[in-house]
T-cell receptor, first 112, second 114 residues
Framework: GENVEQHPSTLSVQEGDSAVIKCTYS??????FPWYKQELGKRPQLIID?????GEKKDQRIAVTLNKTAKHFSLHITETQPEDSAVYFC???????????FGGGTRLMVKP | NAGVMQNPRHLVRRRGQEARLRCSPM?????VYWYRQLPEEGLKFMVY????????ESGMPKERFSAEFPKEGPSILRIQQVVRGDSAAYFC????????????FGEGSWLTVV
C-alpha cells in the first residue's frame, strides 16, 4: 500500500518568513495530493490540492509543487501570519482506491 | 449545503461499554471514510464505505470494531467493549460518487474511555 512520509514534524518561523513542508510517497500510481490544515480540536480542512498532471499550483500565499519522478511534493507558505499556526497534513491517493493516506503531520508555529 | 455531520461530538464511555459514532455525509455524497486520530498523532485510515457496501476495511482492527452505511440513515462506527487505547478523535469524511478524489471531513467525535 501507499506510504507517505512528511518532514519536518515541527517547524517554527518568524512572522513574515516562508515555511516549507515536504512529503514523499511510495506508490507511483498515486495521482492526487491534497494538503489539510488542522487547528487544535478542529477538523482537517482542505487548503490546496494538486493532481499529477501539473507540477505546481498556487493560491495566494500558498503553493504546492509536485515532482512525480522523485515522488515528492511540497507545501510552500509565504509571508506567514500567526493564524497560519496549525498542524498541516499531506496526503496521497489514486483513483483506484480513492482512500487518502496521510503523512504524520507538521506542527507549524508562526511567532509574531 | 450542510457539511459532514458527526455525532456525538464528545462521548465518554467506561471500559467494556460500547461506543456508537454516527456520520451523515454531505448532501449528494455517497462515499464515506472513517479515520482515527490518536492524541498528538496523524490521521489513520480505518474504513471506506458506500451505501450498503464496505469497499475497504484494511485499517479496521480485527476485533471489536465494525462499520456500516445503510441504505437509509447515517454511517455508524461501532466499537464494542471499549478499552483505554480506543480514546481518540474519530473523523468521518465524504465525497461524491463522481467528480474527483476530494474528501471533506466532519468535525469529529472525541471518544474518551475511562
Amino acid at each position: 500500500g501507499e506510504n507517505v512520509e512528511q518532514h519536518p514534524s515541527t517547524l517554527s518561523v518568524q512572522e513574515g518568513d516562508s515555511a516549507v513542508i515536504k512529503c514523499t510517497y511510495s506508490d507511483s500510481a498515486s495521482n492526487y495530493f491534497p494538503w489539510y490544515k488542522q487547528e487544535l480540536g478542529k477538523r482537517p480542512q482542505l487548503i490546496i490540492d494538486i493532481r499529477s498532471n501539473v507540477g505546481e499550483k498556487k493560491d495566494q500565499r500558498i503553493a504546492v509543487t509536485l515532482n512525480k519522478t522523485a515522488k515528492h511534493f511540497s507545501l510552500h507558505i509565504t509571508e506567514t501570519q500567526p493564524e497560519d499556526s496549525a498542524v498541516y497534513f499531506c496526503a496521497a491517493s489514486n483513483n483506484a482506491g480513492n482512500m487518502l493516506t496521510f503523512g504524520g503531520g507538521t506542527r507549524l508555529m508562526v511567532k509574531p | 449545503n450542510a457539511g459532514v455531520m458527526q455525532n456525538p461530538r464528545h462521548l465518554v464511555r467506561r471500559r467494556g461499554q460500547e461506543a456508537r459514532l454516527r456520520c451523515s455525509p454531505m448532501k449528494g455524497h455517497s462515499h464515506v471514510y472513517w479515520y482515527r486520530q490518536l492524541p498528538e498523532e496523524g490521521l489513520k485510515f480505518m474504513v471506506y464505505l458506500q451505501k450498503e457496501n464496505i469497499i475497504d476495511e484494511s485499517g479496521m482492527p480485527k476485533e471489536r470494531f465494525s462499520a456500516e452505511f445503510p441504505k437509509e440513515g447515517p454511517s455508524i462506527l461501532r466499537i464494542q467493549q471499549v478499552v483505554r487505547g480506543d480514546s481518540a478523535a474519530y473523523f468521518c469524511a465524504s465525497r461524491p460518487r463522481t467528480g474527483g478524489n476530494t474528501i471533506y471531513f466532519g468535525e469529529g467525535s472525541w471518544l474518551t474511555v475511562v
